[in-house]
């Protein structure tokens, strides 16, 4: 097997504006139009915005393609079924939760019919969005929940229910159309460039997306906020979700595990340095998964002069959990709105 096209942004640059420069570096010497044959696909609004305005700063040029993750169907050319609405999909539970309700046989408050039905809806998108079915689910061992577990199957009858009706949910086209895009692409690739930016693979169809475009010989995938500073060995200890799950780079670890690859494969979109690379350092060693921090002893000292690395970092001692988050979403937003990281 071919290595996979998997590049990398670290922490701390701005990944619009580098995506950008990296692409353009690539388009080098060859006519205008072979952008606008691009297939450029971003993982949220704010993402193309950013990339448009980017690619217009650089001056009159053709576009690329650019896409959302959700509208990547478009990329199948076949005919799909047409998603049920959000509302009617709430609305068909509520009148089958109603009759579950009136059967007696589990015990909610009418007034929540909606707020049960918007549940169900989310459980079906995400079951259909990962290929789950409602009887794998129901197949389940869970002997020692059985009172929870016989009010949670008749919820589930709810859903079979409600699938068993024809009308797919927009993840269940999306998959249905990337599994028909990893089909085709194995026998007859595309030959323009297909590019998938800033998704870290958390959501089961935008995984097998990614794996079909990093097999492209025309394609690539750009990972977001990598460390390239995690050495070989933590990467190694992230194999068990149990103990690495909570760490903000196993996602990067299933994605080299779903293409059969290591961190050694994966490249650097851009040569540009993250804005303080001493930071990063100290942030790396600082987030290494619990088992293994035993190791900010033996590497801490290896460290570059932490206070410039610290410089500008604010301390916030929060009374709670709950100012602590208020804090952090603040901090968050604030630099979403200046564009920064």
Same mark, same amino acid.
């Given at each position: ?179 028909? &895009?990893? @089909? ?6 595309? +030959?323009?460039?297909?590019? *998938?930016?800033?998704?870290? /693979?958390?959501? =089961? ?109 604010? &301390?916030? @001692? ?6 602590? +988050?208020?804090?952090?979403? *603040?901090?968050?937003?604030? /630099?979403?709105? =200046?564009?920064?990281?």
């Amino acid at each position: 097997m071919t290595e996979p096209n998997l590049f990398a942004l670290p922490p701390g640059v701005d990944f619009p504006a580098e995506l950008v420069e990296g692409l353009l570096s690539r388009m080098v010497g060859q006519p205008p139009e072979a952008l606008a044959r691009v297939s450029l696909i971003v993982n949220t609004q704010r993402m193309r915005r950013r990339v448009t305005e980017c690619l217009q700063a650089k001056g009159a040029l053709l576009m690329p393609r650019l896409m959302l993750v959700t509208e990547a169907a478009a990329l199948a050319r076949i005919a799909l079924p047409r998603p049920i609405s959000p509302l009617r999909r709430r609305l068909e539970l509520s009148v089958l939760l109603d009759g579950l309700l009136a059967t007696g046989s589990t015990q909610f408050p009418r007034t929540a019919l909606y707020d049960l039905a918007d549940s169900l809806a989310s459980l079906m998108e995400e079951m259909q969005g990962e290929g789950v079915t409602p009887n794998r689910i129901a197949a389940l061992d869970v002997a020692n929940h059985s009172a929870h577990w016989a009010r949670t199957q008749a919820f589930l009858g709810i859903v079979s229910e409600a699938l068993r009706d024809g009308a797919p949910d927009a993840e269940a086209v999306l998959r249905h159309a990337v599994t028909r &895009l990893t @089909e085709d692409w194995a026998t007859t690739p595309p +030959a323009d460039p297909v590019i *998938l930016a800033g998704s870290t /693979a958390s959501r =089961g169809t935008t995984a097998l997306l990614m794996q079909a475009i990093a097999r492209l010989p025309t394609g690539a995938v750009v990972l977001p906020g990598y460390d390239f500073d995690t050495p070989d060995r933590v990467w190694d200890g992230m194999e068990d979700a149990l103990t690495a799950e909570d760490h903000p780079q196993f996602r990067f670890r299933r994605v080299m595990d779903l293409l059969g690859c290591g961190p050694g494969e994966i490249r650097a979109w851009t040569d540009t340095p993250p804005p303080d690379a001493d930071r990063n350092k100290l942030i790396s060693l600082s987030l290494r998964p619990a088992p293994i921090t035993d190791q900010w002893l033996t590497e801490g000292p290896e460290l570059p002069d932490l206070l410039p690395a610290t410089g500008g970092l604010t &301390l916030v @001692e929060a009374p709670g959990e709950r100012a602590e +988050a208020i804090a952090i979403a *603040l901090i968050l937003r604030e /630099a979403a709105g =200046g564009r920064q990281k």
